[in-house]
C-alpha cells in the first residue's frame, strides 16, 4: 500500500511539472486560456498582472473545501496534493522561456504536453483541482452528465478569455481544450485499442476454426433467438487487436459472404493475450473468451 502511494506521489509530482512546462512555454505569453482555473489565470495575468501561481494557489484554497464539505473525505484526499503541487510547479517553471511566438504551434504542442502531463497526473490517482472540483460536485448533485458537466465548466472559462483577449485568441484556446483532452483520453484508453466483434452465420464451426487456429484468438458461443424468425442461433464473439480486424473481416465474408457482423471498439481490453500474455501454460489459465 506504502509502495502505491509513493508511485501514485512521483507520477502526480512528475505530472505536474510536465504540464506546468508547458503552460509557461507555451501558453502563458501566448494568451492561450485552454479552460479551468489555469485559463481564469492567464486572464488575471493579462488584466491584473497577477502571477498564475498564486491564482491557482488561492483559488484551490475555497475549492479544496468545497471537494471536502460535498465530495467527500476520499475524493479530497486523492485531489490535495495535486492542487497544491501544480501551482508550485507553475511557479519554479515560471523562468523558463517561451518556445514558440506561433499561435497555432502554441496550442498544438502546448495541448500535448500539457496534456500528456495531466494524463501522468490522473495515472497517479489525483488531480489538479481547479474547475475539475466545481465540475464533479455540479455532476453529483444535479441530473448533468460529467461529460456535459465539464463542457459546460470550461467552456465557460475559456469564453471569459474574451474579456481579455481577441476572439482569435480565444478560438486559438478552444483548439488548445481540444487537443488536453485527446490527449488525455489517448492516455487513459491507450493508443491500441481493440476491437470486439459479434458474428451470426450460418458457418459457425468454419469461422470458429479460422478465429481460434489463423487469428490465435478466442471466441465465446452465445445462444440468441431471432426477434422476428424466433429462430434459435448462436452468436459467436470475439476480440482482437485493431491491426487484425481487416483480415479477419476478409475471410469472414469469404467463409460466410452473409455473415452478420457487428465491430465494436473495445477501448481497454485486459486478460490473456492483451493485458497478459497470449502463450500460457496452463489449460485452467484461459479464462475469456472460451
Given amino acids: 500500500m506504502k509502495k502505491n502511494r509513493f508511485l501514485d506521489i512521483i507520477l502526480v509530482t512528475l505530472g505536474a511539472f510536465i504540464a506546468a512546462v508547458g503552460f509557461n512555454t507555451m501558453f502563458l505569453d501566448n494568451q492561450i486560456a485552454a479552460g479551468g482555473m489555469i485559463g481564469l489565470a492567464v486572464v488575471f495575468n493579462k488584466l491584473f498582472g497577477w502571477m498564475p501561481s498564486y491564482v491557482l494557489m488561492v ?26 503541487i501544480y501551482p508550485v510547479a507553475i ?16 496550442v498544438l504542442f502546448g495541448g500535448l504536453i500539457v496534456g500528456i502531463g495531466l494524463g501522468i497526473v490522473f495515472r497517479g490517482n489525483s488531480s489538479t483541482g481547479g474547475t475539475g472540483i466545481i465540475t ?21 472559462s475559456t469564453l471569459m478569455g474574451l474579456v481579455a483577449f481577441s476572439a482569435d485568441r480565444v478560438m486559438y484556446s478552444t483548439i488548445a481544450l481540444i487537443v488536453i483532452s485527446y490527449v488525455i483520453s489517448l492516455m487513459e484508453t491507450g493508443f491500441n485499442s481493440s476491437k470486439t466483434l459479434m458474428i451470426i452465420s450460418e458457418q459457425t ?86
Fill in 59 to 84: 483559488s484551490n484554497i475555497p475549492l479544496l473545501i468545497m471537494c471536502y464539505v460535498f465530495l467527500g473525505r476520499k475524493i479530497f484526499f486523492k485531489t490535495v496534493y495535486g492542487a497544491l
Fill in 91 to 106: 511557479r519554479l517553471t515560471n523562468t523558463l522561456p517561451t518556445i514558440t511566438h506561433n499561435p497555432l504551434l502554441a
Fill in 205 to 290: 464451426e468454419s469461422i470458429i476454426t479460422h478465429i481460434t487456429t489463423v487469428t490465435d484468438r478466442g471466441v465465446t458461443k452465445i445462444p440468441i433467438k431471432g426477434g422476428y424468425s424466433t429462430a434459435d442461433k448462436i452468436m459467436l464473439m470475439t476480440t482482437i487487436s485493431s491491426f487484425e480486424l481487416p483480415a479477419l473481416e476478409r475471410h469472414l465474408l469469404a467463409i460466410d459472404p452473409t455473415a452478420f457482423v457487428i465491430v465494436m471498439p473495445a477501448s481497454q481490453v485486459l486478460g490473456r493475450g492483451f493485458s497478459l500474455t497470449k502463450y500460457y501454460e496452463k489449460e485452467e489459465d484461459i479464462l475469456l473468451p472460451m
Fill in 136 to 156: 464533479q460536485i455540479i455532476h453529483k448533485y444535479t441530473p448533468l452528465s460529467l461529460g456535459v458537466s465539464i463542457v459546460l465548466i470550461d467552456g465557460i
